[in-house]
């Protein structure tokens, strides 16, 4: 979708009387220049509305976060998933902790709220691993911390490899 159509979408949701928006897209800010029109459009619009986007820890820079904030994007939710760098980096991820942390520190500076998602069960993960991700998480105290189960989705690494080791017994989907 266009800036243009998204700020659009905004415009008529304002109209509506909603006040509140979660945008449901992997990595909002995927194509930066994308995400900086669409806030310069909400922001040059006069539109008010709270709203919270997905994103990655390494897409994340001051310049960003401070129009994401100045248009009225208040949270951000971020795929951590562990604290082992060792599991982060056979996720296939292309983060690293240090990102993270980073991460963080930009967007607490802009006072936005944090959502933090991490995983347990990744193939291979210790209970040295797990207590990093325990550990890492406490570092980074998120306002929303978020602890879920690795669902290995068809189609990816995960369950391809659960699938050829006999994890995943049968192929369900």
């Given at each position: 979708?266009?800036?243009?159509?998204?700020?659009?979408?905004?415009?008529?949701?304002?109209?509506?009387?909603?006040?509140?928006?979660?945008?449901?897209?992997d990595t909002?800010?995927?194509?930066?220049?994308?995400?900086?029109?669409?806030?310069?459009?909400?922001?040059?619009?006069?539109?008010?509305?709270?709203?919270?986007?997905?994103?990655?820890?390494?897409?994340?820079?001051?310049?960003?976060?401070?129009?994401?904030?100045?248009?009225?994007?208040?949270?951000?939710?971020?795929?951590?998933?562990?604290?082992?760098?060792?599991?982060?980096?056979?996720?296939?991820?292309?983060?690293?902790?240090?990102?993270?942390?980073?991460?963080?520190?930009?967007?607490?500076?802009?006072?936005?709220?944090?959502?933090?998602?991490?995983?347990?069960?990744?193939?291979?993960e210790t209970?040295?691993d797990a207590?990093?991700?325990?550990?890492?998480?406490?570092?980074?105290?998120?306002?929303?911390?978020?602890?879920?189960?690795?669902?290995?989705?068809?189609?990816?690494?995960?369950?391809?490899?659960?699938?050829?080791?006999?994890?995943?017994?049968?192929?369900?989907?």
């Amino acid at each position: 979708r266009t800036a243009e159509q998204v700020v659009e979408e905004f415009r008529q949701i304002a109209e509506l009387g909603i006040t509140d928006v979660q945008v449901y897209d992997d990595t909002f800010t995927w194509g930066s220049s994308r995400a900086m029109d669409i806030c310069r459009g909400i922001i040059d619009s006069g539109i008010k509305v709270r709203w919270a986007i997905r994103d990655r820890a390494n897409r994340v820079t001051p310049e960003l976060y401070g129009l994401l904030k100045q248009a009225g994007c208040d949270r951000v939710h971020f795929g951590v998933e562990t604290g082992s760098p060792r599991v982060l980096k056979a996720s296939g991820k292309f983060l690293t902790k240090e990102q993270v942390v980073e991460a963080f520190k930009i967007t607490r500076e802009i006072d936005m709220t944090i959502m933090a998602y991490f995983m347990f069960g990744f193939l291979d993960e210790t209970v040295e691993d797990a207590e990093m991700t325990i550990e890492f998480a406490k570092q980074l105290n998120p306002d929303y911390p978020v602890f879920v189960g690795l669902i290995p989705y068809p189609g990816t690494a995960a369950y391809d490899r659960g699938r050829e080791r006999g994890i995943i017994p049968v192929d369900f989907w």
